[in-house]
């Protein structure tokens, strides 16, 4: 029997092919690079995209793999957006402020120029000092450190707490919401020294960057491919091997697990922490295309629109995962960018902007009764697999267990 | 004789229920010991004690040469220290291959680095083979344990159990839902994995402890009510009483 990895998880060529040949196509099609087909802000919307995907990638795998229903990652994927984002507006501030200043008789005092800097971001909050949670926004290296750094910290000390004192199921997801409404309460406050509810703004700018917006949404939409890629082989590398299966039996019945001698805190820990520094990337990658970052993008709301997606695409395989993010985001984005006619019904007319939310919502809900494997359903059809027959039974005692509906042989 | 699980004064209740009242029990490193008791009597609860998941009121569980308390391990810890349990009902993971089932209980490094970075080595494939082989699953060894029938889900729980090579073995009623060839067929393999370790069954079918020919602890209202031999124990007016005679 063969045991390499591809051969294993054919589906991981396949959507690396995929991958590359949509980037492919993209950059032929781009304005920068190709015959000028698609606008730079669809370019932006496609790239942004793939980042959703990537931490859809990231969600599948500890919800879908390990049973663990976080309504908090979109906080991480936020953190990671904040983390570059200092580095973004502190070095484009800092660039603008040396050149205006360059003119003065007299050159000016580094003081002065840090001042100036200060003044220019946080006077929106009616501050010119710079918070301590500032020191290393000069440095690249560092922001980006932080980036997968901050998520990883402070879903690690989240997950110990949390985990230790065996907090499982429902009263989890509702903490994990509790944890993101207090960090999206917090950034909105000006005293956080993010600029409160102005987020941070500009990100689009690259420092020291003379390319137009046009080569560098290429630039990021490639980076975001990449990213994607690499996160998606990363966790079927995961998910493949024992470790998946430990993960995937703490999911359906975690105490046999620990009867075996695993340490499930342990895992889901790891697990935990280990895709909240996903979410970090894919929001550092998210958040310059997006041009702005701001609390509003941490609140509850979007880590639910994130199981939505999973659960939309089909929990528990990694395709599933990207499907419903592409499909949830392409889709909403033409509903809610007025490009979907309002229907007249004569006594009411149906605008989009507002109905689309309703529909998700029902579409989520007819999904998870009528079709629980979501998109990755239709695969199965065509491959035409079945279920096991466990007479309706769910294939584990837990909470987060696959349900038989959703499971495949 | 060395033991090698001593149970001392245990007791634990369940909302004011004492489902195990002042209950001692030992076992040495290579024996077979069968326990019988009706219904409710806390055959189950008193594995529960053992393996962690439940914590006693008061007493002491002391394991291994070392003696060490048991009661102060996670269930992970006491797992990895040599205890292996086998549950009433049968639990493997359905999700999972039989061959990934019986990979995960095999006993190797359980932390997430080593499992992370876990290649099934060719001893680990054969040793799969053979524990397959053993409990009649080769033929099934990459369907899902959740296509399995009962039967050959409690074989394939069975088998992980020896593919953890614990120094202890605790067996929920293994017989259940078997046929009379299989229950045979357990017997053997109980017997035989009791030549090199502890093993505990519990078993409702006087039939199945016949077999064993093991001494036999009597549980009643979570404490022992007899203790010997199968002729022994069933001749005592008391185990009549309260379990043969009803
Ligand atoms: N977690 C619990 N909470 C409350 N009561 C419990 C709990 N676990 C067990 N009990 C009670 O303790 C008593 C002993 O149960 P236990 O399952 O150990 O019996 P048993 O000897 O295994 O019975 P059986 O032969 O039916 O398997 C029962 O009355 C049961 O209802
Ligand atoms: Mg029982």
Same mark, same amino acid.
């Given at each position: 029997?063969?045991?390499?990895?591809?051969?294993? *998880?054919?589906?991981?060529?396949?959507?690396?092919?995929? &991958?590359?040949?949509?980037?492919?196509?993209?950059?032929? &099609?781009?304005?920068? /690079?190709? !015959?000028?087909?698609?606008?730079?802000?669809?370019?932006?919307?496609?790239?942004?995209?793939?980042?959703?995907?990537?931490?859809? #990638?990231?969600?599948?795998?500890?919800?879908?793999?390990?049973?663990?229903?976080?309504?908090?990652?979109?906080?991480?994927?936020?953190?990671?957006?904040?983390?570059?984002?200092?580095?973004?507006?502190?070095? @484009?501030?800092?660039? !603008?402020? $040396? *050149?205006?200043?360059?003119?003065?008789?007299?050159?000016?005092?580094?003081?002065? !120029?840090?001042?100036?800097?200060?003044?220019?971001?946080?006077?929106?909050?009616?501050?010119?000092?710079?918070?301590?949670?500032?020191?290393?926004?000069?440095?690249?290296?560092?922001?980006?450190?932080?980036? +997968?750094?901050?998520?990883?910290?402070?879903?690690?000390?989240?997950?110990?707490?949390?985990?230790?004192?065996?907090?499982?199921?429902?009263?989890?997801?509702?903490?994990?919401?509790?944890?993101?409404?207090?960090?999206?309460?917090?950034?909105?406050?000006?005293?956080?020294?993010?600029?409160?509810?102005?987020?941070? *703004?500009?990100?689009?700018?690259?420092?020291?960057?003379?390319?137009?917006?046009? #080569?560098?949404?290429?630039?990021?939409?490639?980076?975001?491919?990449?990213?994607?890629?690499?996160?998606?082989?990363?966790?079927?590398?995961?998910?493949?091997?024992?470790?998946?299966?430990?993960?995937?039996?703490?999911?359906?019945?975690?105490?046999?697990?620990? /009867?075996?001698?695993?340490? +499930? $805190?342990?895992?889901?820990?790891?697990?935990?922490?280990?895709?909240?520094?996903?979410?970090? !990337?894919?929001?550092?990658?998210?958040?310059?295309?997006?041009?702005? +970052?701001?609390?509003?993008?941490?609140?509850?709301?979007?880590?639910?629109?994130?199981?939505?997606? #999973?659960?939309?695409?089909?929990?528990? @395989?990694?395709?599933?995962?990207?499907?419903?993010?592409?499909?949830?985001?392409?889709?909403?984005?033409? /509903?809610?960018?007025?490009?979907?006619?309002?229907?007249?019904?004569?006594?009411?007319?149906?605008?989009?902007?507002?109905?689309?939310?309703?529909?998700?919502?029902?579409?989520?809900?007819?999904?998870?009764?009528?079709?629980?494997?979501?998109?990755?359903?239709?695969?199965?059809?065509?491959?035409?697999?079945?279920?096991?027959? @466990?007479?309706?039974?769910?294939?584990?005692?837990?909470?987060?267990? &696959? @349900? $038989?509906? $959703?499971?495949?042989? | 004789?060395?033991?090698?699980?001593?149970?001392?004064?245990?007791? %634990?209740?369940?909302?004011?229920?004492?489902?195990?009242?002042?209950?001692?029990?030992?076992?040495?490193?290579?024996?077979?010991?069968?326990?019988?008791?009706?219904?409710?009597?806390?055959? =189950? =609860?008193?594995?529960?004690?053992? =393996?962690?998941?439940?914590?006693?009121?008061?007493?002491?569980?002391?394991?291994?040469?070392?003696?060490?308390?048991?009661?102060?391990?996670?269930?992970?810890?006491?797992?990895?220290?040599?205890?292996?349990?086998?549950?009433?009902?049968? =639990? %493997?993971?359905?999700?999972?291959? %039989?061959?990934?089932?019986?990979?995960?209980?095999?006993?190797?490094?359980?932390?997430?680095?080593?499992?992370?970075?876990?290649?099934?080595?060719?001893?680990?494939?054969?040793?799969?083979?053979?524990?397959?082989?053993?409990?009649?699953?080769?033929?099934?060894?990459?369907?899902?344990?959740?296509?399995?029938?009962?039967?050959?889900?409690?074989?394939?729980?069975?088998?992980?159990?020896?593919?953890?090579?614990?120094?202890?073995?605790?067996?929920?009623?293994?017989?259940?839902?078997?046929?009379?060839?299989?229950?045979?067929?357990?017997?053997?393999?109980?017997?035989?994995?009791?030549?090199?370790?502890?093993?505990?069954?519990?078993?409702?079918?006087?039939?199945?402890?016949?077999?064993?020919?093991?001494?036999?602890?009597?549980?009643?209202?979570?404490?022992?009510?007899?203790?010997?031999?199968?002729?022994?124990?069933?001749?005592?007016?008391?185990?009549?009483? %309260?379990?043969?005679?009803?």
């Amino acid at each position: 029997m063969n045991r390499s990895f591809f051969a294993q *998880s054919p589906s991981v060529l396949v959507f690396l092919g995929c &991958l590359g040949l949509a980037t492919l196509f993209v950059t032929v &099609l781009s304005e920068a /690079f190709g !015959i000028g087909v698609l606008s730079t802000s669809f370019i932006k919307t496609l790239g942004k995209t793939l980042c959703l995907c990537l931490i859809a #990638v990231a969600m599948d795998l500890v919800w879908g793999y390990a049973g663990i229903l976080s309504l908090g990652h979109f906080a991480f994927f936020g953190l990671g957006g904040y983390m570059i984002g200092m580095w973004l507006m502190y070095e @484009r501030t800092r660039e !603008i402020v $040396e *050149s205006s200043m360059s003119d003065a008789v007299i050159p000016p005092t580094p003081q002065e !120029i840090s001042d100036a800097i200060g003044n220019q971001i946080f006077g929106v909050v009616g501050s010119s000092e710079f918070p301590l949670i500032w020191t290393f926004a000069d440095s690249l290296t560092i922001q980006l450190f932080l980036v +997968v750094a901050i998520p990883g910290v402070l879903a690690g000390l989240f997950g110990w707490l949390a985990f230790r004192s065996r907090v499982t199921g429902v009263y989890l997801s509702i903490l994990t919401q509790a944890m993101t409404l207090a960090l999206s309460l917090y950034l909105f406050q000006n005293e956080s020294g993010l600029r409160g509810n102005n987020g941070l *703004s500009g990100l689009q700018n690259l420092p020291g960057v003379e390319a137009g917006q046009d #080569v560098v949404s290429m630039w990021f939409f490639w980076a975001s491919a990449l990213a994607l890629g690499l996160g998606y082989l990363l966790a079927a590398r995961v998910i493949s091997g024992k470790f998946g299966s430990v993960i995937r039996g703490i999911r359906d019945n975690e105490q046999r697990v620990r /009867f075996l001698g695993y340490a +499930v $805190e342990s895992y889901k820990l790891v697990i935990f922490a280990g895709t909240a520094m996903i979410a970090g !990337i894919a929001g550092a990658l998210y958040y310059p295309q997006a041009g702005i +970052v701001n609390p509003a993008e941490i609140a509850p709301i979007a880590s639910i629109y994130l199981a939505v997606w #999973v659960a939309i695409g089909g929990r528990g @395989r990694l395709y599933g995962a990207v499907l419903g993010a592409i499909f949830v985001s392409l889709v909403s984005s033409y /509903f809610t960018g007025g490009q979907a006619p309002d229907i007249n019904l004569g006594f009411y007319t149906i605008k989009w902007v507002d109905w689309w939310l309703v529909m998700l919502g029902i579409s989520f809900v007819l999904v998870t009764l009528f079709a629980p494997k979501g998109l990755g359903g239709l695969v199965d059809l065509w491959e035409d697999r079945r279920r096991p027959d @466990r007479h309706g039974a769910d294939l584990g005692p837990d909470a987060g267990a &696959l @349900r $038989e509906k $959703e499971a495949v042989e | 004789m060395t033991t090698l699980l001593e149970v001392s004064g245990v007791s %634990v209740s369940f909302d004011g229920f004492r489902a195990i009242n002042n209950l001692s029990f030992q076992i040495g490193p290579a024996e077979l010991r069968a326990i019988i008791g009706p219904n409710g009597a806390g055959k =189950t =609860t008193f594995m529960d004690i053992i =393996t962690g998941k439940t914590r006693p009121d008061e007493g002491r569980v002391i394991w291994g040469d070392l003696s060490r308390s048991l009661l102060s391990m996670s269930e992970a810890q006491i797992a990895q220290a040599g205890v292996g349990r086998k549950f009433q009902k049968p =639990t %493997v993971f359905e999700d999972q291959s %039989v061959e990934e089932n019986l990979l995960m209980a095999l006993s190797n490094p359980r932390g997430p680095l080593a499992v992370l970075f876990y290649k099934p080595a060719k001893a680990d494939l054969a040793r799969v083979a053979e524990l397959a082989d053993e409990i009649g699953l080769r033929a099934q060894l990459f369907r899902k344990a959740g296509e399995l029938s009962h039967g050959q889900k409690q074989w394939l729980e069975i088998g992980m159990l020896l593919a953890q090579d614990p120094k202890l073995l605790l067996v929920d009623e293994p017989a259940a839902g078997m046929t009379p060839e299989e229950r045979e067929h357990t017997t053997q393999l109980l017997v035989e994995a009791a030549k090199t370790r502890a093993v505990v069954v519990v078993e409702h079918d006087m039939e199945f402890i016949r077999r064993l020919g093991c001494r036999v602890t009597v549980l009643h209202e979570g404490s022992v009510l007899a203790e010997g031999s199968l002729d022994h124990v069933t001749s005592n007016q008391d185990v009549i009483d %309260v379990y043969l005679g009803r």
